[in-house]
Each structure stands twice: as C-alpha cells, then as structure tokens.
C-alpha cells in the first residue's frame, strides 16, 4: 500500500471517517483503531513481518519496564544491551548478514584462502531500519530516565508503529508520541487543513518531481557510459533533486497524516538545498535521523572521548577538533552504513563526514580572517558562493549514493568532468524532460518562497485569498492527475 | 468537524461533475491528432465512422503497417485500399479491428492478411496503450477486444485512464494551440520507413541468441474463427509472409514449425498462402531497414510483387460482389 495508491487514499479515508465519527468520544478506543490500522497497514505488505514486529515490540516493551525496575546500574546495563543486541541483532540479520558474509570472505581470499559462498537471500522487512532507530531510542531515554516505561502495552505498541510512520519515519521518537497517544485528541479544522495542504504537496513533490525525474536519472545512471559529461552533470542533478523530493514528498505525506489524526509528528526536511554549509545542511537534511545519531552516537562519542583526553593537543591537533574527528568519523560511517549493505553507503556517509571535519577545521581560522579583512558574513556574494559550493558537495556525495559500486561512481565522475561536459545534453524524450524540467523548477522556486515555513506552501493561507488558494489547489490536483509518474516506489523505502 | 466536510464536498465535487465533460473534450480533440501513439487515431477513426470504405484491406502487425502501400494497390488495380496493420500487436489486436471493419464499414473484396512467426503469441504488455484512450470510455467492445493494460473502472469511469498520461495532455495542448503541427504520418493507414540498414545483426545474435516464440493456443482458434468467418462471408483471404531479410530469419529456432501451422490451416481451410521468405527481395539488406522491415524503397517493390502474385493465384482482377 504505497502513500501515492488508490488503495492508500481509501484506507486512510476510512481510518479518518471511523476515527472522528464513530469514536471521537473515547480516545482509548481511538487508540486501538490506529493500532488495527497500523497492523492491517503494515499487513498488507506481508504479514510475516508484522508478527515480526509485533514480537520486537512486546519485547522492547518488557525491556523498558525491566529497566524502569531495575535499580543496580549493573542490572540495568544488562537490560540495556539485551534489547541493544536484540534489535540490532534483527537488523543485522536482515540487512548486513550477506554483506559482511561476502566482506569477510573477500578479505580473507586476500591472504589466498577461500571459503564457499554463504547468503540468506533474506527479504528486507520494510521499514525495519527505521523500526529499529524507535525502539533503540525508547530504551535509551527509558534508560536516561528522560522518560518512564509506559505500562499501557497497546499505547508502547502503536508508539513503535504508528503507520505514518512506520515504513520510513519521520523517527518518531516515543518520547514524544506518548504524551499525544494518552491525550484525548480533538478535531481541530485548522491542523486537519492544513494536514491534507501537507499530503497535497507531498504528493505533488513526490509523484510529479521526483518519479518524473527518477525516469531520466535511473536512466542516466544505469547508462552512464554511453552519454556526454553535460548529460551525467544534468543526471546527478536530476538525481540531486529526486532523493529530495522523493523523501521529503513522503514526509510531508506522513506528517500530514499525522495532522489528519490529530498527531504532531517531528520535522523531517528544512529545505536543505538553500543550506549555506554542509553543517546547516545535515541540520535540515533527515532530521530525525541526524539528530537520532548526534543525541545516541555523536555526543556519548563525544563526551566519553572527552573524559580521556587530558591535554589541550593530541597527536598535533586541538583536543576539540579531535574529539569531533573521533565522533564524526565512527557516527558518519554509521549513517552511510545505515542506509544500506553496500560500500557505496559507506563511502557517501564517509565523504561527508570528511567535510564536516573540513568543515569545523577552518571554521575558527575562517572567523579570524574575514575580521581581519572586514569581511560582512551576510555579504550576498559569499552566502550565494557557499551554497552553491555545499550544493556540489552534496551533488558529489550523491554520485557515489546512486552508484552501484564506488568504481561506477569514479568512473560517472571521470566522464562527467571529461571535456564532453561541454556538449549539450541528450535525453531520450526531449519533450518530456523540458517540461519536467520546467516543473522542477518551479517546484524549487516554491520551495525558495516558503524556506520559512515548515513546508513550502503552508503559509499560502496567511498569503493568499480564499479563491487564490483554491485556484493553487486545484491547479496543484490537476498537475498531479495529469503528470503523475507512474510505478515508483518510495527510494528510502529500500533502507 | 461539519465545517469540513462541507468544504472537502465543495472542493471535490467539481472534479466529479467536470470529469465526464472533461473526457469527452480531451477524448474528442485528442481523437484528431495524425502523429500521437504512432499515429493510429487516424485507423481507429476511420474504423469506427466507418470510413474505411475499401475493397482491399491489410490486417496485420507492423510488417504489415510498413509492407504494403495502399497508393499502389490503387494505382494499379483503380480501387482503394486500406492497411490496417498494428504496430507491436499480434492476432488478438488485429481480429478486434476486423470485428470493427464488419460492424461498422462496408464488406472488403479482399483481405490480405500478414502473417509473423509472433503473430500467435501472448503478449504480455499491451504495447502503445495510448492508442486506445479517447475509444474507450463505455466501450465493452473494446474491452472485450483489448484484453490486458487496463483495468476495468478505466473503461467505465471518465478520467481515470487519462491518470499520468502526460504526453496524451501535451499532444491535446499543441492540437489546441498549435494544430499546424499535426501533421499526417500514415496515409491509409500505410506508414512507411525511408530509410536505410541500421540493424546490427552480430551484436544482436550475440545479445539474444536463439529466441523460441511460444504460440498461444487460444490465438490460433481465434485465428480459425476468423478464417471460418471469411469464408461464411464469402470473403476472399490471402495469408501472406511478407519479406524478412534471411540473416534475421535464425533468430527464431522454432520458425519453420510455426510456419508449418500456417501451411496446415492454409490447406485445411483452402486459403491461398503467399510465403516470400525465400524470395530474391529477402536476400538484398537494400531493401531492409532491419532484419524484420522492409524500407520505403522494398516495400514499394514487394507491393507491386504482391500485386503480380495475386494475379496469379486468380485473387486479382477482384470478384464482383456475389459472384
């Protein structure tokens, strides 16, 4: 059941209908109808997993309470790293077995050894990355004492896969969806307006932008050595502009979902395209996944370094800047590892850790040399110059995220910058690649309008009259019906 | 909670009362366009307002679309005649558009039907889908007839099928804002290819190999009922292979035992069956544009050889109409 189904839209207008009318008056029953619609919804995909994470979630939920009981920091520890190793260990299994199997029989057919071939050939459990990230920051705030374990089983169990959610976040932390799970809800005609404004952008980001555009770059990509450097450039910045719209249209759809039942649930996109800096872009980029890594990773990384270090340099380097490399570089090849069993992940989340680490380097020097030469910071020249450097980064990092192999990514690199970079570029359906491309821009001319607001079009209410903004609305209905891209699924759904 | 609804009435309620006008608007200005979906609209309209009107008529697949020139069978024989031929379509495709040449058009004094080594089989996808758009709303005929790519609500509910059909909404934009450029593509039906050899056979054999075509049984009794319908109707009918260059005749491995069902059913039904895959003109690339196709220049000429062929076989000068 894809957000952008038939199948989707009736579910999740039944669910609305039943909800509001017929239990509006017992949230506790309200509760329960998400939770069968979350079941039936993660259901219809395949049943297996849902017992999966039925159990994964039974089982976080008695690991939470034997936290909660236990006193001795010992006891606790052993808690902590049953449900650690469990969830992990799941995740593991599902998704990096076959990889570090194969990794490991590589490495060692270096030293002339040779070992047979094992696979699982495992289903990936949808979502289950996402699934995993929940349930770890349950048990860690349950751990910190940031919050109690919640006795109420149903509440714990549609807290870990409320169906907006659950197949590619926002990730949700339950510290923040169980006070709005225990709450009676209300209708409230504004936050369920401006829910289905949400959905209506998603759809159009997702379904017009990004499945239009993943035809020309799937395309690019997959024959990247049969075109010029200026139709790969054109491909990684169709590529560039499809990961974004293809996420960030999801989580505006589930976030307006959310709104639609009463339900705030965590940004997720910040317009990270306008980011001046490839720290403000990761500070808008997965949002809740950034900050899942900087709270449970990258500061406990942080701090406990920072206990060992006793003196103000190590190894030549500032002792701040090097517990910032120590953090970065373990939780950045985390996250490109994250996202998926594949070197190229790795690679991706490495490159980017390098420039964060660049990043911090010259920030201090940086600061010192514009005072000096009287340099404004705001000057328009130097924030448009910086953002257009973060966007090549990004674009860059994102060649070797689409590629099958980092050789692939190299080798796209290498006739992107050959001197074919300055032909015109070739698509196979000129026509249609105009038009989409005259549509991407627009959508990113939107998206510049609206960078205060939490997604593009939200403030169009406060902007516009009435008619003006049904006008939008329909035009907007019209487009999506007209130029849907057909068949694609969800990109982050694979992770 | 009242407030709402109303307005989600209010908003969704144009999109339910427009949608039928809408088709009928879209369907009717797409249904002129000469070039969109390979430029078949022109056929299905000529089909369905029965302005086929021919005394020769060509069924087949594209070799039939590309092989033989209706201007030449007039010009010689003084009668007009109409190429039916369905680009990436086998058997099923075309005995729809007989079913609609009988029920809506004046009876043919011959048909001549192209036969391939595919013209039994079961194809999955429904190629060039967009053909069909502006016919199908309420048409069971043609649900009947296509049978697969689309769903049923499509056929009975307005819009649905225009869902994501962006090159169907731009050629309705260029006919309403630039119809100069709705230039004609096919010329009853016969659309020919100037051009040259592009195939290249050895990096083709190398790709594919030897391909097994698999005939679909149901297809072949479908092909009988239409035979068995020809002669109840007293319809004259020629099967015809027309020219494939012999280097693409080794692609298929089981070609001679498909062509051997042609041979029985020709026989069985005594229908004449014209097969040129040995002829001079299957020997010269020149005359192909692929392995498969013959190019302007050979299809001119295997017309006029099909002309002398059906002279000889007592198909041509045309019977008289009950005769």
Same mark, same amino acid.
């Given at each position: 059941?894809?957000?952008?189904?038939?199948?989707?839209?009736?579910?999740?207008?039944?669910?609305?209908?039943?909800?509001?009318?017929?239990?509006?008056?017992?949230?506790?029953?309200?509760?329960?109808?998400?939770?069968?619609?979350?079941?039936?919804?993660?259901?219809?995909?395949?049943?297996?997993?849902?017992?999966?994470?039925?159990?994964?979630?039974?089982?976080?939920?008695?690991?939470?309470?034997?936290?909660?009981?236990?006193?001795?920091?010992?006891?606790?520890?052993?808690?902590?790293?049953?449900?650690?190793?469990?969830?992990?260990?799941?995740?593991?299994?599902?998704?990096?077995?076959?990889?570090?199997?194969?990794? *490991?029989?590589?490495?060692?057919?270096?030293?002339?050894?040779?070992?047979?071939?094992?696979?699982?050939?495992?289903?990936? !459990?949808?979502?289950?990355?996402?699934?995993?990230?929940?349930?770890?920051?349950?048990?860690?705030?349950?751990?910190?004492?940031?919050?109690?374990?919640?006795?109420?089983?149903?509440?714990?169990?549609?807290?870990?896969?409320?169906?907006?959610?659950?197949?590619?976040?926002?990730?949700?932390?339950?510290?923040?969806?169980?006070?709005?799970?225990?709450?009676?809800?209300?209708?409230?005609?504004?936050?369920?307006?401006?829910?289905?404004?949400?959905?209506?952008? =998603?759809?159009?980001?997702?379904?017009?932008?990004?499945?239009?555009?993943?035809?020309?770059?799937?395309?690019?990509?997959?024959?990247?050595?049969?075109?010029?450097?200026?139709?790969?450039?054109?491909?990684?910045?169709?590529?560039?502009?499809?990961?974004?719209?293809?996420?960030?249209?999801?989580?505006?759809?589930?976030?307006?979902?959310?709104?639609?039942?009463?339900?705030?649930?965590?940004?997720?996109?910040?317009?990270?395209?306008?980011?001046?800096?490839?720290?403000?872009?990761?500070?808008?980029?997965?949002?809740?996944?950034?900050?899942?890594?900087?709270?449970?990773?990258?500061?406990?990384?942080?701090?406990?370094?920072?206990?060992?270090?006793?003196?103000?340099?190590?190894?030549?380097?500032?002792?701040?800047?090097?517990?910032?490399?120590?953090?970065?570089?373990?939780?950045?090849?985390?996250?490109?590892?994250?996202?998926?069993?594949?070197?190229? *992940?790795?690679?991706?989340?490495?490159?980017?850790?390098?420039?964060?680490?660049?990043?911090?380097?010259?920030?201090?020097?940086?600061?010192?040399?514009?005072?000096?030469?009287?340099?404004?910071?705001?000057?328009?020249?130097?924030?448009?110059?910086?953002?257009?450097?973060?966007?090549?980064?990004?674009?860059?990092?994102?060649?070797?995220?689409?590629?099958?192999?980092?050789?692939?990514?190299?080798?796209?690199?290498?006739?992107?910058?050959?001197?074919?970079?300055?032909?015109?570029?070739?698509? !196979?359906?000129?026509?249609?690649?105009?038009?989409?491309?005259?549509?991407?821009?627009?959508?990113?001319?939107?998206?510049?309008?609206?960078?205060?607001?939490?997604?593009?079009?939200?403030?169009?209410?406060?902007?516009?009259?009435?008619?003006?903004?049904?006008?939008?609305?329909?035009?907007?209905?019209?487009?999506?019906?007209?130029?849907?891209?057909? =068949?694609?699924?969800?990109?982050?759904?694979?992770? | 909670?009242?407030?709402?609804?109303?307005?989600?009435?209010?908003? &969704?309620?144009?999109?339910?009362?427009?949608?039928?006008?809408?088709?009928?608007?879209?369907?009717?200005?797409?249904?002129?366009?000469?070039?969109?979906?390979?430029?078949?609209?022109?056929?299905?309209?000529?089909?369905?307002?029965?302005?086929?009107?021919?005394?020769?008529?060509?069924?087949?697949?594209?070799?039939?679309?590309?092989?033989?020139?209706?201007?030449?069978?007039?010009?010689?024989?003084? /009668?007009?005649?109409?190429?039916?031929?369905?680009?990436?379509?086998?058997?099923?495709?075309?005995?729809?558009?007989?079913?609609?040449?009988?029920?809506?058009?004046?009876?043919?004094?011959?048909?001549?039907?192209?036969?391939?080594?595919?013209?039994?089989?079961?194809?999955?996808?429904?190629?060039?889908?967009?053909?069909?758009?502006?016919?199908?709303?309420?048409?069971?005929?043609?649900?009947?007839?296509?049978?697969?790519?689309?769903?049923?609500?499509?056929?009975?509910?307005?819009?649905?099928?225009?869902?994501?059909?962006?090159?169907?909404?731009?050629? /309705?934009?260029?006919? &309403?804002?630039?119809?100069?450029?709705?230039?004609?593509?096919?010329?009853?039906?016969?659309?020919?290819?100037?051009?040259?050899?592009?195939?290249?056979?050895?990096?083709?054999?190398?790709?594919?190999?030897?391909?097994?075509?698999?005939?679909?049984?149901?297809?072949?009794?479908?092909?009988?009922?239409?035979?068995?319908?020809?002669?109840?109707?007293?319809?004259?009918? /020629?099967?015809?292979?027309?020219?494939?260059?012999?280097?693409?005749?080794?692609?298929?491995?089981?070609?001679?035992?498909?062509?051997?069902?042609?041979?029985?059913?020709?026989?069985?039904?005594?229908?004449?069956?014209?097969?040129?895959?040995?002829?001079?003109?299957?020997?010269?690339?020149?005359?192909?544009?692929?392995?498969?196709?013959?190019?302007?220049?050979?299809?001119?000429?295997?017309?006029?050889?099909?002309?002398?062929?059906?002279?000889?076989?007592?198909?041509?000068?045309?019977?008289?109409?009950?005769?």
């Amino acid at each position: 059941m894809l957000y952008n189904s038939l199948t989707f839209g009736i579910f999740l207008i039944s669910v609305f209908f039943v909800y509001w009318f017929l239990l509006r008056a017992n949230h506790k029953l309200q509760n329960y109808l998400l939770l069968s619609a979350s079941w039936f919804f993660y259901g219809w995909w395949d049943w297996r997993f849902l017992l999966l994470f039925v159990s994964l979630s039974v089982f976080n939920y008695l690991v939470a309470l034997a936290l909660d009981k236990a006193q001795e920091k010992s006891i606790r520890k052993i808690w902590l790293v049953a449900g650690i190793v469990l969830n992990l260990g799941v995740l593991a299994l599902f998704k990096y077995f076959d990889f570090f199997v194969d990794s *490991f029989i590589d490495l060692v057919s270096l030293f002339g050894y040779s070992l047979p071939k094992i696979s699982t050939s495992f289903v990936l !459990p949808l979502g289950i990355s996402f699934y995993v990230f929940l349930a770890l920051s349950y048990l860690f705030d349950v751990n910190k004492g940031v919050i109690k374990a919640n006795r109420n089983l149903p509440e714990v169990l549609l807290a870990l896969q409320f169906f907006p959610i659950i197949l590619a976040g926002p990730i949700q932390r339950p510290s923040g969806l169980f006070p709005q799970i225990s709450a009676k809800r209300e209708f409230d005609y504004a936050r369920v307006v401006d829910g289905l404004r949400q959905i209506l952008w =998603g759809l159009f980001t997702k379904v017009v932008i990004a499945d239009n555009l993943s035809s020309f770059a799937d395309d690019i990509f997959n024959n990247y050595t049969f075109y010029s450097g200026s139709t790969l450039l054109t491909g990684a910045i169709f590529y560039s502009v499809q990961i974004y719209a293809d996420f960030s249209g999801y989580s505006n759809i589930a976030i307006g979902t959310g709104k639609l039942l009463g339900f705030d649930i965590v940004r997720n996109f910040a317009f990270p395209y306008f980011a001046r800096d490839i720290t403000e872009f990761w500070k808008r980029w997965h949002i809740s996944l950034t900050t899942w890594f900087r709270d449970y990773l990258f500061l406990p990384i942080s701090f406990s370094v920072s206990y060992k270090i006793k003196s103000e340099r190590v190894l030549g380097i500032k002792a701040d800047l090097f517990i910032y490399i120590v953090a970065s570089t373990v939780t950045w090849l985390l996250t490109g590892l994250w996202h998926g069993a594949n070197y190229t *992940f790795i690679f991706w989340g490495m490159l980017h850790g390098f420039f964060l680490i660049i990043y911090q380097w010259q920030k201090s020097p940086r600061k010192k040399f514009m005072k000096k030469r009287g340099i404004n910071n705001n000057n328009k020249f130097l924030v448009l110059s910086e953002t257009l450097l973060t966007l090549v980064i990004v674009l860059v990092s994102w060649i070797f995220f689409r590629s099958d192999s980092i050789g692939d990514a190299f080798s796209y690199l290498g006739i992107l910058l050959s001197g074919s970079l300055l032909s015109l570029p070739e698509f !196979p359906n000129m026509k249609i690649c105009l038009v989409i491309t005259i549509l991407t821009v627009l959508f990113l001319y939107v998206e510049w309008l609206g960078r205060e607001s939490q997604y593009a079009i939200q403030n169009i209410a406060l902007r516009f009259s009435s008619p003006v903004r049904w006008s939008v609305y329909y035009i907007l209905v019209i487009v999506i019906f007209f130029f849907a891209g057909l =068949g694609q699924k969800f990109i982050y759904f694979q992770f | 909670m009242r407030k709402f609804i109303f307005r989600v009435l209010i908003f &969704v309620i144009p999109f339910i009362l427009l949608a039928y006008i809408s088709d009928k608007t879209i369907s009717g200005i797409l249904k002129k366009s000469n070039s969109f979906a390979d430029g078949e609209y022109p056929v299905w309209n000529d089909l369905y307002n029965g302005e086929i009107n021919s005394d020769i008529v060509i069924y087949g697949s594209s070799r039939a679309l590309k092989h033989i020139s209706p201007e030449i069978l007039y010009d010689s024989l003084n /009668v007009p005649a109409y190429n039916l031929g369905v680009n990436g379509h086998t058997l099923r495709s075309e005995y729809f558009r007989h079913t609609l040449l009988m029920k809506y058009n004046r009876l043919p004094r011959l048909i001549i039907q192209t036969i391939d080594v595919t013209s039994f089989e079961k194809i999955s996808d429904l190629y060039n889908p967009d053909q069909f758009l502006p016919y199908m709303l309420n048409n069971t005929e043609m649900e009947r007839g296509i049978f697969n790519g689309f769903r049923h609500i499509d056929y009975h509910l307005p819009m649905i099928r225009y869902f994501g059909k962006k090159e169907a909404m731009l050629e /309705v934009l260029k006919l &309403v804002f630039a119809e100069r450029l709705n230039t004609p593509v096919r010329v009853r039906g016969y659309r020919p290819r100037d051009q040259e050899w592009t195939d290249d056979l050895k990096s083709a054999k190398q790709k594919m190999g030897l391909l097994e075509v698999k005939s679909d049984s149901a297809i072949i009794v479908l092909f009988e009922k239409f035979i068995a319908e020809c002669k109840e109707k007293k319809l004259p009918l /020629v099967l015809v292979y027309t020219p494939e260059y012999i280097e693409g005749q080794k692609f298929v491995s089981n070609r001679a035992d498909i062509l051997s069902i042609y041979s029985i059913l020709s026989q069985k039904y005594d229908v004449p069956l014209l097969d040129y895959s040995n002829d001079s003109i299957s020997y010269n690339r020149n005359y192909f544009y692929n392995s498969g196709h013959l190019n302007k220049t050979g299809a001119e000429l295997f017309t006029r050889m099909l002309i002398r062929d059906l002279y000889s076989i007592n198909l041509l000068p045309l019977k008289d109409e009950g005769q």
